[in-house]
C-alpha cells in the first residue's frame, strides 16, 4: 500500500460536496484526485489504479426521479463492472449524504449480491430538507472498517438532506433490521429521531466492512472552527475527522489504536 | 417516432407534504379536503419505435421500495373513492426540470425519448367541484406556467389516458419575422405602442429615437444597409431593454430639483453620483483604502480581506416575479444573482447566499377577507412558501450555504413583495496565467460565445415589465422556472474554463437577455456583430427580436478569442453544457444584429449607450406625511390594543412573525455546504438561539487560517414615513452591528445598497410622486452621511423602483398599494477568527451590560405596531459615537473579556435579552425599567455578558457600557416588577409561523 493512498473523488452533473471531502482525504494523509464522473466515464482504468472511491454530497441530476437515482444508472449503465469491480476488490469506498443515496440505488448497500433491494432512503418524515447538528452512537460491534475503533462512543456532525430516512420493504422491517444489526452492518445511529429513519439508522456498510455510506457530513467536521456553535468546543480534530484518520490508519495497515478506557 | 406511454409513478411511503396541503386547503379555504394523494405523471415520447420500452420504465422511474410505476392499465386502490382528481401539467415551453432529467435517465439506459412531467391528485373528502376547483388553482397549480385538468373519479375511469397520450406541444401561432415599426406618429399612439410592446418607454424616449431616425446621415446608412427607414423590431427592443429602468437606473441618474424642509430648492444631479458614488471615492482616498479591488463598474463589488483570495459580493432583487410565481421567481432571483457572481471579473466561485424578504404577514388575510386582497399577486402565505422554496432549492441544489437572512412583515407589502437575494463569490487575485481576475480584457476579435441552456420566449421582457408597477395583465412570459442542474453544470465548467485560460471576457444573461449581456460588452471592444439564426431554441418560431431580449435562465456570454474556440466548445460538450459561438466582438462603433445571415438591426453603440437624455425630476420633503394604510376602509386595516403589562408585551412580541423563531424556515436552507460556515444561523445550549450574522471561515476558500468574513443585513422601512434620513442610517447601523456583533472590525466595513421604492415620479395617477422621491433624496441624504462617518463603503447597490400595485381588490374595487419606502443595506467585514462569541446567556452570574445609550422613542417600533404609543418621532442616532463603541467593543472581543454579544433589533432591548436567555437557557434579573426604555429600537445598542472576573477588563474596555443586571440560573426573568418564565419565552420565541 503506497504510503499516500490515493481516492478518487468524483464530481460533477450536480454534486457538490467535492472540495471539502477531497480536502478530508488529503488531510487524513491521503491523496484525492477530483474527477467528473464524464472523465472517469473516458477513462474508466483510473479507477483500477485508485486505491479507494468517494462519492461526494450533493444534488445529482437535482434529485429528480428520488435523490441518487440518475446518477447510479449513469455509473451502472456508464461504468458498469469497472466499478463494481473496486467494491468486490474490498477498496474502500464512501458515499456521504447524496453519495449514500447512490450507492444504495446502485445495490451496493447493505448487500451487494442480493438479488433485490431490501431497503430504500426516503423521503424525511417531516416531509422536507433539514440542515441540523446530530449526535451519533457509533457501533462498536460494527464491522465497518471506516468507523472501527474510533475513540469515541459518541460523534456530533451536520445532517443536510431530504431524503435520509432508512425505509425497509413493507412488512420486513423489523426482520431486515434485526439482520443488518446481528451482521454488524450498521456503524452509526442518531441518539434521537431526526427524519424517520427505521431504528434511528444513519449509516450502511457492507459485509466486508470497506463500504461506508452516511447521511451525515463527516467532511464538515474537520476543525473545531465548523463545530455548531463558535465558542464551548475547542478539539484539536473534527468529528468527522476521526473517520478518514481511522480509513486511512487501516489502509497504512497501522493498528487502529485501542478505545480509551471510560 | 414511436407511440407515446403515459407512466405513472406511486410512492409507497406516506408524503407530509401533502397532508400539510391537505391541511391547508381545510384551513385557509374551508374546504372540506380530507386527504390527498400524489402520482407522478411522465409522458414519454420515444424518438424511434422502443422494443423493451417496459424495461427502460422500470429502470428509470420504479424503485422495489419507494416507487411503484405502472403503465397502460394502472389501478388504484383507495380505502374509499376520491372525491375528484387533478393532473396539473407544465404549460408549453415551460421549463420542466423532472422530464429533462428523465430524458437523460431514459438515454442512460438506451431509449432516446421526448418527456413531459406532471402530477395527479386525488382528493379525498367531502369538497365539491368549486371547492376541489379552488384546491387546484390555489395549491395544487400555478396556471401561469401550469395547467389544470379536474374531473369527477368517475369521470377520470373513463378518460383514455393510457390509450391517447399527447405531449404538451410548443407551437408558436407565428413564424419567425422581422418588423419594422414606424414611430411618426401621435404621441397618443406612441403611448399605445409602447404598452402594447410592453416597451415601458417615456414619450421622450420615444421622440428621442424618433429624431435619432429623421437624421440623414443615420438613413444614408440605413439605405446602404438594406434596412427599412423605419426602426426595426429588433432595434427597438434592444432600445426598450438597455434604456429599462432596470437596467439604466434613469431616476438614480435623473437631474432632480429638490425643495427640502428649509424650503430651499437645490438640483441633484444624479442621487447615485451625488451620494454613493461620492460617498465610496471619498472614503477611499480619507482613508487610504487599499482594499477596494472594482467597485460598481462590474456585476459585483470586490474587495480584498486576504493576502490569498479576493471577496466579491452583489445583492439583487426579484420582486415582480415573485409576487406572479413566488418559486420560478425566487429560484430565478437566486440563480441570477450567483450568475452575477460568476461574471463578476473573469470568474467569481460562489460561497455563500443571503437573502431577505419583505411580505404581508402570513396571517393576512384571516377568514373572511380574502375579497379585500388585491388581484394579481399570490396571497401572501403563498408568496412566502413558494419564495422559500425557491431559495431553498436555488441555494440547496448548487451547493452554496444560505449563510444569512431575515423576514420582515408589514400589510405595505401586499401589492409587491421584496425579494432580496445575494451572493458572496471567491476569486484567486491573479489566475493560473498570470492575469488579473478582477479585470476583463476583451480582445479585437475575440468570438461570442453564449453557455448555458436554449432560448425560449420564457422571460421576455422581464426587464421592461418589472419597470412597471403590477396589474392584473402581466404577461406570464415574465414568468420562469430555473434549472439549477443546468446552472451547476455550467458554473463548474466556466469556472475549469477560467482557471484554463480560454476566455477573455465574461458576463452573465440576465435582464435583457443577449440585448444587454452583447450590448455591454461590445462597448470593451468597440462593436459586436451577431447572427441569432445560430442560437439554440427550445422550439421554432421564436422571432429575431424575441430571441435578442428573452431572459430565458442559466445563460452566460463569453469572450473567447478565436485560438480558444474549439477547446471551449469541447470542454463544455465534455461537461454536459452547450455553448455557441454566435458572433465576434469589433471595432464599428455598431452592434450588428443578423438572422440567418440577414441584417435585422444595426445600431451605433455610442447613441445606445451614451445619448439618452437625462431625466428631469422634482421631488420635496418638508414633514413626514402620515402614512396611508391601503386597507384603512376594509376589515384588513391594522389592529393596535391598549399597551399591555410587560410580560404580556413581551410574550406577543417574541411570539409575532417579525420576532419569532424562523428556524423551521432557515434550517430548510443548507447553512454549511462548503465545510466554512463558522456562525451558523442559530446556536446556543439547545441550538436554537438566534445569531446576528453568517460568519464564513475563509481557510477552506484558499484564505489565511485565522481569517474569516462576517456578512449581515439592516433595514427600517417603518422609519421611512416617519424620516427616511433615519430610515436610511437605521438601516446600516443594523446592519453593521449585525457583523460588529458577530466579530466584524469596523474598520473593514463593506456596504451594499438596496433601494426597492414606490413611483417616484409625480404623474397624474401618482400624484405622491414628488414626495416618495423626496424620501428617496433625503434617505440618500443619510445613507451618505453614515457611510462617512462609519468609514464605510459602498462596494455595490441595486435599486427598484415601481413597487406598487394598481388593480382591483376581490370585490372589484380600485385599489393602489405602494410598498414601504425600504432600504436594505447588506455589510461585510473581516474576522479574526475566535473573535465571535454567541448571542446566548452562557453562565450564571455573569454580568449583563447594555453598550450604547439607552435610547428614547417607540414611533415605527415593532411594540407600536401592535400597542398604542404617544410617540411620533422615534429615536435618535449618534454616529460618532456608535463607531467609537464598536471599535471598543471588537478589541475587547479579540482580548476575550466578553462572553456573548447580542445586538438590539426589532422589539428592542427586552427581547434580546430574552433571546440571550434563549440561547443559554438561563434567567436573567434586569434594573431596567419603563416601556419605552424596554422597547424602543434605538440603534448603537449590544447586549453583552462578562464573567465576573474579566468584569474589570471589561470596564476598561468599554468605559461607556451600562451594567443592567445579571445572569440568573432560576429560570426566569425579573424585570420591572414583572416575573416572566424561561418556559413561557422560550414558548413564545420557538412559536413561529
Known amino acids: ?262 | 417516432m414511436g407511440a407515446a406511454v403515459r407512466v405513472e409513478v406511486t410512492s409507497q411511503i406516506p408524503d407530509r407534504r401533502l397532508e400539510k396541503w391537505a391541511g391547508q386547503a381545510r384551513e385557509y379555504f374551508g374546504v372540506p379536503l380530507a386527504a390527498l394523494e400524489e402520482v407522478k405523471v411522465y409522458k414519454i415520447a420515444p424518438v424511434s419505435p422502443a422494443n423493451d420500452l417496459e424495461s427502460n420504465v422500470a429502470k428509470v422511474f420504479a424503485d422495489p421500495v419507494l416507487y411503484l410505476a405502472q403503465m397502460d392499465g394502472a389501478t388504484y386502490t383507495f380505502p374509499q373513492n376520491p372525491a375528484f382528481v387533478a393532473e396539473v401539467t407544465y404549460r408549453p415551453g415551460v421549463t420542466d426540470n423532472p422530464a429533462r432529467s428523465a430524458e437523460e435517465a431514459l438515454a442512460l439506459t438506451g431509449l432516446q425519448a421526448v418527456v413531459a412531467s406532471g402530477s395527479l391528485y386525488f382528493m379525498f373528502g367531502t369538497l365539491d367541484a368549486a371547492g376541489a376547483k379552488k384546491v387546484g388553482r390555489e395549491l395544487l397549480a400555478n396556471e401561469l406556467i401550469q395547467k389544470i385538468d379536474i374531473w369527477s373519479y368517475d369521470e377520470f375511469l373513463k378518460l383514455p389516458r393510457f390509450t391517447d397520450v399527447k405531449l404538451p406541444k410548443t407551437m408558436l401561432t407565428h413564424a419567425p419575422k422581422v418588423e419594422q415599426v414606424s414611430l411618426e406618429l401621435h404621441d397618443k399612439e406612441l403611448e399605445q405602442l409602447s404598452r402594447d410592446r410592453t416597451l415601458a418607454m417615456t414619450m421622450q424616449e420615444l421622440h428621442h429615437i424618433r429624431d435619432h431616425y429623421r437624421d440623414a446621415d443615420v438613413q444614408a446608412l440605413r439605405k446602404k444597409q438594406s434596412l427599412p427607414q423605419s426602426p426595426t423590431d429588433v432595434e427597438l427592443e434592444i432600445f426598450a431593454q438597455t434604456w429599462s429602468e432596470h437596467c439604466k437606473h434613469k431616476i438614480f441618474a435623473a437631474k432632480i430639483d429638490f425643495t427640502g424642509a428649509d424650503g430651499k430648492t437645490k438640483t441633484i444631479d444624479s442621487l447615485y453620483k451625488t451620494y454613493i458614488k461620492r460617498a465610496t471615492k471619498e472614503i477611499q482616498a480619507e482613508r487610504g483604502i487599499d482594499w477596494l479591488i472594482s467597485v460598481f463598474s462590474d456585476n459585483a463589488g470586490i474587495v480584498r480581506f486576504d493576502e490569498k483570495i479576493d471577496l466579491c459580493i452583489k445583492v439583487e432583487t426579484h420582486n415582480s416575479p415573485s409576487a406572479l410565481d413566488p418559486y420560478g421567481g425566487a429560484l430565478t432571483g437566486i440563480l441570477g444573482v450567483n450568475r452575477d457572481i460568476l461574471g463578476c471579473g473573469l470568474g467569481a466561485r460562489p460561497i455563500a447566499n443571503t437573502d431577505v424578504f419583505c411580505f404581508a404577514p402570513p396571517s393576512m388575510p384571516e377568514k373572511g377577507e380574502e375579497q379585500f386582497m388585491p388581484v394579481g399577486p399570490k396571497p401572501p402565505r403563498r408568496i412566502l412558501e413558494g419564495v422559500h422554496k425557491g431559495v431553498e432549492d436555488g441555494g440547496n441544489k448548487s451547493g452554496i450555504p444560505t449563510v444569512n437572512g431575515a423576514f420582515f412583515f408589514d400589510r405595505d407589502y401586499a401589492g409587491k413583495p421584496l425579494v432580496f437575494v445575494g451572493t458572496i463569490g471567491v476569486m484567486p487575485p491573479v489566475l493560473p496565467d498570470g492575469r488579473d481576475s478582477a479585470e476583463k480584457k476583451l480582445n479585437l476579435g475575440d468570438r461570442i460565445v453564449m453557455v448555458g441552456g436554449a432560448i425560449g420566449a420564457d422571460g421576455i421582457h422581464g426587464a421592461t415589465f418589472s419597470s412597471l408597477e403590477l396589474d392584473e395583465n402581466a404577461p406570464a412570459t415574465a414568468v420562469q422556472i430555473g434549472d439549477p442542474l443546468t446552472q451547476k453544470r455550467m458554473a463548474d465548467f466556466l469556472l475549469e474554463a477560467r482557471d484554463l485560460g480560454l476566455f477573455s471576457a465574461i458576463t452573465d444573461n440576465g435582464a435583457g437577455g443577449l440585448s444587454s449581456s452583447v450590448g455591454e460588452m461590445a462597448q470593451m471592444s468597440g462593436g459586436a456583430t451577431l447572427d441569432l439564426g445560430l442560437c439554440p431554441v427550445k422550439y421554432p418560431g421564436l422571432s429575431p427580436w424575441e430571441l435578442m431580449v428573452s431572459e430565458s435562465q442559466e445563460r452566460m456570454t463569453v469572450a473567447v478569442p478565436p485560438a480558444q474556440v474549439k477547446a471551449f466548445i469541447e470542454l463544455a460538450t465534455l461537461r454536459g453544457v452547450v455553448a455557441t459561438n454566435i458572433g465576434a466582438f469589433n471595432d464599428s462603433g455598431r452592434l450588428d444584429v443578423y438572422y440567418k445571415d440577414t441584417l435585422t438591426g444595426s445600431l451605433s453603440l455610442d447613441f445606445l449607450h451614451n445619448s439618452l437624455p437625462q431625466m428631469q425630476l422634482k421631488a420635496e420633503w418638508n414633514a413626514p406625511k402620515p402614512r396611508p394604510d391601503w386597507s384603512a376602509t376594509t376589515e384588513l386595516k391594522a389592529k393596535r390594543i391598549p399597551a399591555p403589562d410587560v410580560k404580556t408585551a413581551l410574550l406577543a412580541l417574541l411570539a409575532s412573525p417579525n420576532i419569532t423563531s424562523k428556524e423551521k424556515w432557515v434550517r430548510a436552507y443548507d447553512h454549511e455546504v462548503q465545510a466554512a460556515t463558522h456562525v451558523k444561523p442559530f446556536a446556543g445550549s439547545k441550538a436554537d438561539g438566534p445569531s446576528d450574522a453568517g460568519v464564513i471561515w475563509l481557510q477552506p476558500h484558499g484564505g489565511a487560517s485565522d481569517n474569516a468574513a462576517a456578512v449581515g443585513c439592516g433595514m427600517a422601512p417603518r422609519m421611512s414615513p416617519v424620516d427616511p434620513y433615519r430610515m436610511a442610517q437605521f438601516a446600516v447601523d443594523e446592519a453593521v452591528r449585525n457583523v460588529v456583533t458577530a466579530g466584524g472590525d469596523p474598520d473593514t466595513l463593506c456596504l451594499l445598497d438596496n433601494f426597492c421604492w414606490p413611483d417616484p415620479v409625480v404623474s397624474a395617477k401618482n400624484p405622491e410622486g414628488a414626495y416618495k422621491l423626496g424620501q428617496l433624496v433625503r434617505t440618500c441624504e443619510g445613507l451618505y452621511d453614515i457611510c462617512k462617518a462609519y468609514g464605510a463603503p459602498l462596494v455595490s447597490g441595486k435599486d427598484s423602483m415601481k413597487n406598487d400595485f394598481r388593480g382591483k381588490d376581490g370585490r372589484g374595487q380600485d385599489i393602489n398599494i405602494s410598498c414601504l419606502p425600504t432600504l436594505m443595506v447588506t455589510a461585510m467585514a473581516k474576522v479574526q477568527m475566535g473573535a465571535s462569541v454567541g448571542s446566548g446567556f452562557r453562565d450564571a452570574g455573569d454580568h449583563i451590560y447594555l453598550l450604547g445609550a439607552a435610547g428614547s422613542g417607540l414611533a415605527a417600533s415593532e411594540y407600536a405596531a401592535w400597542f398604542d404609543v404617544a410617540d411620533d418621532n422615534g429615536p435618535a442616532i449618534d454616529l460618532a459615537k456608535n463607531l467609537t463603541l464598536y471599535r471598543q467593543f471588537n478589541a475587547a472581543l479579540k482580548s476575550g473579556c466578553i462572553k456573548s454579544a447580542h445586538d438590539v433589533s426589532e422589539g428592542g432591548l427586552l427581547v434580546a435579552v430574552a433571546e440571550c436567555m434563549t440561547g443559554g437557557r438561563l434567567g436573567a434579573a434586569l434594573t431596567v425599567k419603563g416601556a419605552d426604555a424596554l422597547f424602543n429600537e434605538a440603534p448603537g445598542r449590544i447586549v453583552v455578558s462578562v464573567s465576573p472576573g474579566r468584569r474589570a477588563a471589561f470596564d476598561k474596555a468599554l468605559p461607556a457600557a451600562t451594567l443592567i443586571g445579571q445572569v440568573t440560573g432560576d429560570d426566569k426573568l425579573l424585570v420591572d416588577g414583572a416575573n416572566i418564565a424561561l418556559a413561557d419565552i422560550v414558548a413564545a420565541w420557538r412559536k413561529g409561523f
Open chain 1, 1 to 262: 500500500m503506497a504510503n499516500k493512498p490515493l481516492f478518487i473523488v468524483v464530481c460533477g452533473d450536480g454534486i457538490n460536496c467535492e472540495r471539502e471531502t477531497a480536502f478530508a482525504l488529503e488531510h487524513a494523509g491521503g491523496q484525492a484526485q477530483t474527477v467528473h464522473v464524464n472523465d472517469l466515464i473516458a477513462a474508466p482504468e483510473m479507477l483500477k489504479t485508485a486505491d479507494g472511491l468517494a462519492i461526494p454530497g450533493g444534488f445529482s441530476f437535482g434529485d429528480e426521479l428520488g435523490s441518487g437515482q440518475i446518477l447510479a444508472l449513469k455509473i451502472r449503465h456508464k461504468l458498469g463492472d469497472k466499478f463494481f469491480k473496486m467494491v468486490e476488490a474490498k477498496k474502500p469506498v464512501i458515499g456521504i449524504c447524496n453519495g449514500f443515496q447512490v450507492l444504495v440505488k446502485l445495490g451496493l448497500l447493505p448487500y451487494p449480491d442480493a438479488p433485490e433491494r431490501i431497503l430504500a432512503l426516503a423521503a424525511n418524515e417531516q416531509g422536507g430538507f433539514i440542515n441540523r447538528w446530530v449526535t451519533l452512537d457509533v457501533n462498536a460491534k460494527s464491522v465497518c472498517q471506516w468507523t472501527k475503533g474510533l475513540d469515541k462512543t459518541q460523534i456530533e456532525l451536520p445532517i443536510r438532506h431530504g431524503e435520509g430516512r432508512i425505509a425497509f420493504k413493507k412488512g420486513e422491517e423489523q426482520k431486515e433490521y434485526q439482520a443488518l444489526i446481528d451482521q454488524g452492518l450498521v456503524p452509526l445511529t442518531y441518539t434521537e429521531d431526526v427524519n424517520g429513519s427505521y431504528g434511528r439508522i444513519a449509516a450502511l456498510t457492507d459485509a466486508s466492512g470497506m463500504v461506508l455510506g452516511l447521511m451525515p457530513h463527516p467532511e464538515a467536521f474537520m476543525f473545531s472552527e465548523t463545530y455548531r456553535n463558535t465558542h464551548a468546543r475547542d478539539v484539536a480534530k473534527g468529528d468527522g475527522a476521526l473517520i478518514f484518520d481511522n480509513m486511512l490508519r487501516v489502509l497504512k495497515g497501522e493498528q487502529s489504536h485501542e478505545r480509551r478506557a471510560g
